[in-house]
Nanobody
Framework: QVQLVESGGGLVQAGGSLRLSCVAS????????MGWFRQAPGKEREFVAA?????????????YYADSVKGRFTISRENAKNTVYLEMNSLKPEDTAVYYC????????????????????WGQGTQVTVSS
């Protein structure tokens, strides 16, 4: 069982930045592919970014992004701290949503990392609001 706790959300003006963190319980964090998804009111939960499991690397893994956030968001992981981050820059009002962290065991393929149905564990979400 893996528990995920997100933090770092808040209210920011358009053009600003936020960094979300997601801390995972357990001793096998490096074996999990990690993803960030978001859900705006009245919309389906959508893929934002993902990083594959990293094996013996302390922070490695292949990264994937939704087209809408490429060049603005960066996902990274720090296995020693069981943490995955989402650095969000140049935020836009349309980025407003609840952001969820998710974990998928031994995930390395883009197709599964980008598919919310493939994930085994989810956090409770953190609200990000971007004002215009």
């Amino acid at each position: 069982q893996v528990q995920l706790v997100e933090s770092g959300g808040g209210l920011v003006q358009a053009g600003g930045s936020l960094r979300l963190s997601c801390v995972a319980s357990g001793r096998t964090f490096s074996r999990y592919g990690m993803g960030w998804f978001r859900q705006a009111p009245g919309k389906e939960r959508e893929f934002v970014a993902a990083i594959s499991w990293s094996g013996v690397s302390l922070s490695g893994g292949s990264t994937y992004y939704a087209d809408s956030v490429k060049g603005r968001f960066t996902i990274s992981r720090e296995n020693a701290k069981n943490t995955v981050y989402l650095e969000m820059n140049s935020l836009k009002p349309e980025d407003t949503a609840v952001y969820y962290c998710a974990a998928q065991y031994a995930a390395a393929q883009a197709m599964t990392l980008m598919d919310r149905r493939s994930y085994d564990y989810w956090g409770q979400g953190t609200q990000v609001t971007v004002s215009s």
